[in-house]
């Protein structure tokens, strides 16, 4: 093991986050601390509770792991792309560093960065909403196994994208409205049965109910099947990146 | 002694047909300065970039040290240093961290005396705290050798090392390049720049369409290649070759008023007394002469051009 390695490219990515504090950090906790003030504070108080919950609080796991998961692959997306933009991956390329070394690295502190942004978001909603958590480590095990897929993910569109255009492409185009759709500010229960189906087709579903789960005690699906449902994604991602690193797809001639 | 660098039978074709080397053998000796000569497109980065993991193999095989450097490319990557053509540079990072990071990448333990070591011998350690883009072109370069040498590499390669920079820069490359070969280092350099290659290297390689033209030594290179050229400036000019001596190779400037006499180098016999004799006899008098070898540019033309036209 090249721990060395896997300690620089760490370090690397992390210094970028700290260099750009603004923009990594302190960017989307506010934006999303803007939905709590709306929804939360403002309108929240005005809608019903949802399954028990008052809808100031049932948003909250769905907000995070919205910003979770644009966070988690815009960081690990940007992370390799960049080194392959501005031509500076030949030095990893050369390095004496397996694949695995590598993902530790970049796939690592994509995930750090995120995990920060979503426990940040968990505590700035702390002043505008009431909220409890039932299950605190569930929570962490999702927050933790959610931010290394979709970091895994973020890796691979990193990887797959030619230009900055296409590293935007997947986050805007396909996840956020997954995200919006996937009961971020509903019960999936609200919708028509025929609806319900279409939406259990949906990957986000899967993460925010069990991550509601794990702060309310209630979800549209069954736990353990967010469960599966997450590790295949990360199972899936792991295919993904171990295939990249074998056949050198976009990262060797 | 076994070759620090064994490339055998590597071959090269990129997605889309085109076949970048073909069956190349080479053997790198150790602690040498080898060159790497051969007209843009020749294969050279691509060489170089399969030896150091950036490009996958078609077919072959490459040591590094003993190390195959794709079953073994731990062992083969450690010892490898590479100072790539593009100035390719993370723009918004310090010159103390980016050289730092790759001494970590390539698995060596911090040593911030060994970094300011490498930065004071480049002249950049007053740039330590610079960002990247703040710095010359020149400058730049001095980082990407700086983090090639940040793992101590027993194997260097600077591929066009001094493309774009200027000439006082350039020649304290040369002393660094040799300064680090008095250490041990093997290097391996590409340039553009023959008369780098004249100056520095102990062997030189010429590679063509993908395909090596010669390796040898450079002094054994001149010797066997080269030429070398007797002018004869005439007291009255002539209008053509005497007869006597057409059997010469010999040439008459434009005006008549100078005659070239060219021989080989290496053989023992040049024929240059017989030509002044001849000269003599047909009461032909000159006032001056010059003799000229030729240089390696000019070798590395004449290499090239042959082997176009043998595989045309």
């Known amino acids: ?253 | 002694m076994q070759p620090v660098i064994s490339v055998r039978n590597l071959s090269k074709v990129y997605e889309g047909g085109f076949q970048a080397l073909k069956n190349i053998n080479l053997d790198i000796h150790r602690g040498e300065i080898f060159a790497l000569l051969g007209p843009n497109g020749a294969g050279k980065t691509t060489l170089i970039s399969i030896i150091c993991g950036i490009v996958n193999p078609s077919e072959g095989q490459v040591l590094a040290d003993g190390h195959d450097v794709v079953t073994e490319y731990r062992a083969a990557r450690s010892i490898i240093g590479l100072v790539p053509q593009e100035l390719s540079t993370d723009s918004f990072e310090s010159v103390w961290s980016t050289v730092s990071f790759s001494r970590g990448l390539f698995g060596k333990p911090r040593n911030d005396a060994y970094i300011e070591k490498v930065l004071k011998d480049l002249s950049l350690w007053d740039k330590r705290n610079n960002r990247i883009m703040e710095l010359s072109g020149g400058m730049k370069r001095r980082v990407l050798i700086a983090k090639a040498l940040s793992h101590e590499p027993r194997i260097l390669f600077l591929d066009e090392p001094t493309a774009g920079v200027d000439v006082e820069l350039r020649r304290d490359m040369w002393n660094m390049v040799r300064e680090l070969r008095e250490q041990g280092v093997t290097i391996i350099l590409t340039t553009h720049y023959i008369e780098e290659a004249e100056e520095m290297a102990d062997r030189i390689g010429v590679i063509n369409k993908g395909e090596i033209v010669v390796v040898d030594e450079k002094k054994s290179l001149m010797q066997k290649l080269g030429k070398k050229q007797l002018t004869l400036y005439l007291q009255q000019p002539l209008k053509a070759i005497p007869a006597a001596l057409e059997n010469y190779p010999l040439s008459l400037s434009e005006d008549g008023s100078a005659l070239t006499f060219t021989f080989d180098v290496q053989s023992e016999e040049t024929g240059i007394a017989q030509v002044l004799r001849e000269l003599n006899k047909n009461g032909i008098d000159f006032r001056d002469l010059h003799s000229s070898e030729s240089s390696l540019e000019e070798i590395f033309v004449n290499l090239v051009r042959g082997s176009r036209e043998a595989t045309a």
């Not at chain 1, 959610?146 to 691979?156: A, K, Q, V």
């Open chain 1, 1 to 253: 093991m090249n721990f060395y390695a896997v300690r620089a490219i760490y370090k690397f990515e992390m210094a970028r986050t700290w260099r750009t504090l603004m923009q990594s950090i302190a960017s989307p906790v506010l934006s999303t601390s803007l939905y709590f003030i709306v929804f939360g504070s403002a309108i929240g108080s005005r809608m019903v509770a949802i399954d028990g919950v008052e809808y100031g609080a049932f948003i909250i796991p769905g907000l995070v792991m919205f910003t979770l998961l644009t966070q988690s692959i815009s960081n690990a997306s940007f992370g390799i792309y960049f080194p392959r933009f501005a031509g500076t991956i030949y030095e990893v390329l050369s390095a004496p560093i397996s694949f695995v070394e590598i993902l530790m690295g970049y796939v690592g502190a994509a995930a750090t960065k995120s995990l920060i942004v979503g426990l940040l978001i968990l505590v700035t909603a702390r002043f505008f909403v009431d909220y409890h958590i039932q299950h605190p480590i569930w929570m962490l095990s999702f927050l933790i196994l959610t931010s290394i897929t979709f970091s895994l993910f973020g890796f691979i569109i990193g990887i797959w994208a030619d230009g900055f255009e296409k590293l935007q492409l997947i986050p805007l185009m396909v996840v956020t409205p997954l995200a919006f759709l996937g009961g971020s500010f509903y019960s999936i229960n609200m919708l028509p049965p025929i609806w319900q189906t279409i939406t259990l087709f949906n990957p986000v579903v899967y993460l925010i109910s069990g991550f509601r789960w794990s702060f309310y005690g209630v979800a549209d699906v069954n736990v353990a099947v967010s469960l599966g449902m997450t590790a295949l994604f990360l199972v899936l991602c792991l295919a993904g990146v171990w295939w990249i690193f074998k056949t050198g797809y976009r990262l060797k001639t």
